[in-house]
């Protein structure tokens, strides 16, 4: 499984090219998993799983399987409409993680949902991109989940 400290110089070349790629294109370089992913182990204290695991990206100290998704959202764009990709309910996962970060991607939140929560919300009646695709609103993912980055008080 891949070291934090072996993966911080790079990640941080690869997030200023995406920086730079986006200031010059206006297109996303696609690195916003991987530097989610970064960020979630560093600061909740996971370890990174072996890349391509189906369903799950880190592992918690308590042996709990985590899947992380990330945006990053620039500071004046509101969180409505924002939507993230799939969680599929026919992998094995214990918790959900969302890494929410700005658009030179810095943390600015964390929220952790569980398996029920989010098999609740995919399943209830409703929407085709809910039910049929597993694609949650990041407004309805906060609702569900609790912020687990940076504590509170």
Known sequence: MPKL????PILEVAQQAAIDYFRLTGKPLG???EIGEYLAAKHLGLELADARMPGYDAIAPDGSLIQVKSRAIPEAK???GQRLGSIR??????TVVLVLMNEVFEPRA???ANRDAITEALTAPG????NERGALAVSKFISIGRKVWPKSG
């Open 78 to 80: 509101k969180l409505g």
């Open 110 to 112: 964390m929220y952790e």
């Open 31 to 33: 690195i916003t998993g």
């Open 89 to 94: 309910l026919d992998q094995e996962w214990d």
């Open 127 to 130: 929407s085709k991109a809910r």
């Open 5 to 8: 400290k072996e993966i911080a």
